[in-house]
């Protein structure tokens, strides 16, 4: 039982350089999320999905786009990578009750130089 | 901003000791909750708590939460060098614009645990 996973695992831009990371969750859950950690700050939500079709804006959204074609993938995409977007990435995911736990993939290292 | 602020924000202890964090944060919630990770991997749940319950269990994790002073704590009981990790709260706020779907991080306690 893969729960998430994430890929790349690691990955190294260029400034002005895009890409797109990608996440995918086979539990079936409704809910997805993308959260950026970066040392000191804690976790913080970059942009979530409710469901399939859907996205929404987070915390610190800006400089980001979401997709969530299918409901078991949630792709993040950076069209113009910027030094102040290195960091871990992690998403996670969520069935529809609401005290059920997020579960979390183990991260994209992203460093833009 | 962050919701949820634990302290402290880093906690060295010897293998068979207690260990114990705090949590708090500002608005009303719906529940809490408690994630580990570990060095190079991601967030793994712990323990929920909801909003109406003051104690809860799970081995040896003890998890207390009161709303009137807006904190909770978690405690790892004869700690091992396994429990090493950072600990994180996340709360699920009631007023969180309609929203059933976010938690929101603090930033995390790092626990060392000694051999």
């Known amino acids: 039982n893969a729960g998430v996973t994430q890929t790349p695992k690691f990955r190294v831009l260029k400034t002005g350089q895009s890409m797109t990371l990608l996440c995918a969750q086979d539990?079936?859950?409704?809910?997805m999320y993308w959260y950026r950690q970066d040392p000191g700050m804690g976790l913080r939500l970059i942009h979530y999905?409710?469901?399939?079709?859907?996205?929404a804006k987070g915390e610190v959204p800006d400089g980001y786009n979401v997709s969530r074609l299918k409901k078991q993938n949630f792709l993040l995409g950076l069209e113009s990578a910027a030094p102040s977007q290195t960091s871990v990435y992690f998403c996670?995911?969520?069935?529809?009750?609401?005290?059920?736990?997020?579960?979390f993939g183990d991260g994209t290292r992203l460093s833009i130089l | 901003s962050q919701q949820g602020e634990e302290d402290p924000q880093a906690l060295s202890i010897q293998e068979g000791e207690n260990a114990t964090m705090n949590c708090s944060y500002k608005?009303?919630?719906?529940?809490l909750q408690w994630y580990r990770q570990n060095s190079g991997r991601g967030l793994v749940h712990l323990i929920l708590i909801r909003s109406n319950e003051r104690e809860k269990h799970s081995g040896r994790l003890r998890v207390t939460l009161d709303t009137s002073k807006k904190s909770s704590s978690l405690l790892i009981t004869a700690s091992r060098a396994a429990d090493t990790a950072s600990y994180f709260c996340a709360t699920d706020q009631t007023n969180s614009g309609g929203s059933n779907y976010k938690l929101t991080f603090g930033k995390g306690t790092l626990l060392t645990v000694n051999p």
């Open positions: 996670a995911s969520r069935g529809l009750i609401r005290s059920q736990p997020q579960h």
């Open positions: 608005t009303s919630i719906n529940n």
């Open positions: 999905s409710v469901g399939e079709g859907t996205t």
């Open positions: 539990m079936n859950h409704e809910y």
